[in-house]
């Protein structure tokens, strides 16, 4: 079976400035502090308005920050063995950040593609009645759910060709951008879950963006800049009529939203 982006996890030094942000925009909410976090790692849920779980967010320390950890989104794939799928990412030219690591939830690692994106990949232990390979988190449709996701990277063609072979993807289709080059789109199965594209200025390495999806682009339009975030792309129509922009969140963390305009 195809990976699928099972969780999706906030780095941020202010979960509570974070929280105030995302549930003005989104309509999330983000939990207290929970005291009783593994190793004293301060880590809260996001909360949907339908009750369900959205992800998590991670509180960067002092040191964490002092180490190099920057603000931003990190998504996590689902493989059947973290081990072997860190032996298989490194002989392909990727490179481990977090050695493989058991937590309650499953095991765990930080890994980045050969061109430098980050991620997680996770062997997870999934709630009773849990469907396996589903967290829940990722919707082509729903709002408060991530609802794209977009690689840009200095080799579209390698990347492809590598997450084809470690996750199972296919690539069908494109949108030609002009000058910025091809919008390629990624398949896991017969569902569209995103994009690859060429970097282009302003994004100085690889990553991995998502779009998180709202109710009415232009409602959270406003609430990004009434809310001390920055949009650093203006909201412009996609396929299906509906509209996506890009923002900084006001900790410095690079974000998507996508949804209709009303």
Do not use: C
Not at 139 to 161: F, G, K, M, Y
Not at 195 to 202: D, Q, S, Y
Not at 229 to 247: D, F, K, Q, V
């Amino acid at each position: 079976m195809a990976s699928n982006f099972i969780w999706y996890e906030l780095m941020t030094p202010d979960p509570a400035g974070a929280a105030s942000f995302y549930g003005a925009v989104v309509g999330w909410t983000i939990a207290a502090q929970n005291d009783a976090a593994a190793g004293g790692v301060d880590y809260r849920m996001i909360g949907r308005s339908d009750g369900g779980t959205a992800g998590g967010v991670l509180a960067l320390s002092a040191d964490m920050l002092a180490g190099g950890a920057r603000p931003g989104w990190l998504g996590y794939l689902e493989v059947a063995d973290v081990d072997a799928s860190i032996d298989a990412i490194k002989a392909d030219g990727g490179a481990v950040h977090m050695p493989a690591t058991d937590l309650p939830v499953g095991r765990i690692a930080m890994v980045s593609d050969p061109q430098g994106a980050h991620f997680y990949i996770m062997d997870p232990i999934p709630p009773e009645g849990a469907v396996p390979g589903e967290g829940g988190v990722f919707s082509v449709t729903e709002a408060q759910h991530v609802r794209w996701n977009e690689l840009a990277t200095s080799d579209p063609d390698a990347a492809i060709a590598f997450y084809k072979k470690h996750f199972g993807w296919g690539q069908e289709g494109e949108m030609d951008m002009g000058p910025l080059g091809a919008y390629r789109f990624l398949q896991r199965g017969d569902v569209m879950i995103g994009a690859v594209m060429p970097l282009m200025e302003g994004y100085p390495v690889p990553v991995w963006n998502f779009y998180i999806g709202v109710d009415d682009i232009d409602r959270a339009h406003a609430a990004v800049t009434a809310n001390g975030g920055t949009i650093t792309s203006e909201p412009m129509e996609i396929p299906g009529g509906e509209y996506a922009m890009n923002a900084i969140d006001p900790q410095g963390a690079p974000v998507g939203f996508v949804g209709p305009r009303k």
